[in-house]
């Protein structure tokens, strides 16, 4: 998604050119600003691609509001907005690498000509830069690394070094605004099944499949207009299902979740898919989350629900288990108040509990399923029994973790020590030590202060210093051996560090050995 601002210090002129574009280029992104000073505040947050900037503004005039910009960010581009078709205007404009400009008044039809010439820049750009990230030679291999980078930040939240809307762009995407997860319980030992799976379900063109992990495959499927979303999941479950089954292995199972209306709400349907495959006994080997939630009717199960659209699966991955706590004991006050019979809250607890256990499986770390030892005759013994078995699931989180968390980041240090020149993703990280990545992002940054291309970064500067200092290696043969595609961003990124950038770096040091 291209991100524009809009700058003039009159709002009737901002709206209208707004309207234009969101008629012409309904998928941008656009903020406004009233003048200079604003405009340079929201180049810092909002970090647009474009700005349309007006030139005649009262203070920080557009020609000075564009210098300032470009200080800190050299990348965006400009569209010169005004009514004062002048030389010196012109000649100003040049020199600070304005694309392009717009008179007042204009008709809709040449500003959407305009702005549509340095969009298409804006997108050949971006997609030249994320070729470089993965590099030409390894482009198919680098598509299959990005549709799991794409699932893995959608349905996990988690931020890698390049943005999603940058890897969208990369992969097909079926024009339809509708989605569902599956989510696939790999069968013990199914490991090798993965690839097997991930190419069937590719040929049709309408799914991205993440990692594997632990047991849990989650596939990201575009909705198919041609038929029923009931119909599509159902032929896509079965598939996967007649794979396993030709293998002999034991079965596996697949929760698949509502539909959801765009990228930004499909985690959602994640959790769905998640609670989906809470009972894996069923004769028929995959079942909708519609189905469980129908078969959960009483209020507080509408109350579970909302409760897992604010996350609940989040603060199992992060250990927050007071927050766990307070809900569960939350519930099962709130049945002994309405009267419920026992054994009806013990079932609705027991949906809790499983989602936990689920949660603690997807992040790699072995539990028993929770079952009641007894069947409690009063709340009293319902509490004790439930609190036995979260102390027991909290138990197993801590120990697990506390026992690989300081092996762990010695392994993840070492690892990107010794290929620091190579494109380091969290979910390869995560395999080296067996853990998800949204919880290997949290101790890295726990453990560490910086996160883990924080990190990368470092060593691959303090690699690049050592080659500058021992070597006569060329800084653009530099650049590519410690891991950057492109010497500018090198440069940038060197200079960022070290306050000066490579070439000063090698003659500071020539200097000091010949004095």
């Known amino acids: 998604m291209i991100k524009l601002l809009i700058v003039d210090d009159e709002q009737i002129e901002r709206d209208g050119m707004e309207a234009i574009i969101k008629k012409g280029f309904p998928d941008t992104k656009i903020m406004q600003a009233k003048n200079g000073k604003m405009a340079i505040e929201l180049a810092e947050t909002f970090r647009p691609d474009l700005i349309l900037m007006d030139i005649k503004m009262p203070g920080i005039n557009g020609l000075e509001a564009m210098e300032r910009i470009i200080a800190s960010n050299s990348m965006v581009r400009f569209i010169m907005v005004t009514a004062f078709d002048t030389f010196e205007y012109m000649r100003q404009s040049i020199k600070l690498g304005v694309k392009d400009y717009i008179l007042k008044p204009s008709r809709a039809s040449e500003i959407i000509t305009t702005v549509g010439k340095v969009f298409q820049q804006i997108k050949e750009e971006h997609r030249a830069t994320i070729v470089r990230k993965y590099q030409e030679e390894a482009f198919l291999k680098a598509l299959s690394l990005v549709e799991t980078d794409v699932v893995t930040q959608l349905l996990f939240d988690h931020v890698h070094e390049v943005h999603v809307d940058m890897l969208v762009e990369m992969l097909e995407t079926p024009s339809t605004q509708e989605m569902f997860v599956m989510l696939v319980l790999m069968p013990t030992g199914g490991e090798s099944l993965y690839s097997v799976i991930k190419e069937k379900i590719r040929e049709t063109k309408s799914c991205w499949v993440g990692a594997l992990y632990g047991s849990h495959l989650p596939i990201i499927v575009f909705r198919d207009e041609k038929v029923s979303y009931r119909s599509q999941a159902t032929s896509l479950a079965q598939q996967v299902l007649s794979i396993v089954k030709r293998t002999k292995k034991a079965d596996c199972f697949i929760g698949i979740g509502n539909v959801s ?105 072995e539990t028993d399923p929770p079952l009641y030892a007894y069947k409690p005759l009063n709340y009293r013994e319902l509490q004790v029994e439930t609190t036995r078995l979260l102390d027991e699931m909290v138990h197993s989180f801590r120990q697990r973790t506390e026992r690989l968390e300081a092996d762990a980041i010695h392994q993840l240090k070492q690892y990107i020590l010794s290929h620091s020149q190579e494109d380091i993703s969290l979910d390869s990280l995560a395999r080296k030590v067996g853990l998800s990545p949204i919880y290997i992002s949290k101790i890295f940054k726990e453990k560490q202060g910086v996160n883990y291309i924080d990190f990368l970064t470092e060593c691959r500067i303090e690699k690049a210093k050592e080659l500058i200092r021992d070597t006569d290696k060329s800084i653009k043969e530099i650049t590519f051996e410690v891991g950057y595609h492109d010497p500018n961003y090198f440069s940038k990124v060197f200079k960022k560090l070290c306050n000066m950038s490579p070439k000063e770096y090698r003659k500071l040091l020539l200097a000091n050995k010949t004095s």
């Open 261 to 365: 209306d765009s990228l930004e709400k499909v985690r959602q349907s994640y959790h769905e898919a998640l609670f989906a495959t809470m009972d894996i006994s069923l004769p028929t080997k995959y079942r909708f989350y519609s189905e469980e939630a129908a078969s959960s009717s009483d209020a507080m199960s509408g109350r579970l629900i909302e409760h897992r659209k604010k996350e609940f699966a989040d603060q199992i991955r992060m250990g927050q288990w007071e927050n766990v706590r307070k809900y569960i004991l939350y519930v099962l006050q709130h049945y002994e108040r309405e009267a419920a019979d026992v054994l009806h809250t013990q079932q609705r607890i027991l949906e809790i509990l499983w989602i936990i256990s689920r949660v603690m499986e997807e992040m790699g770390m």
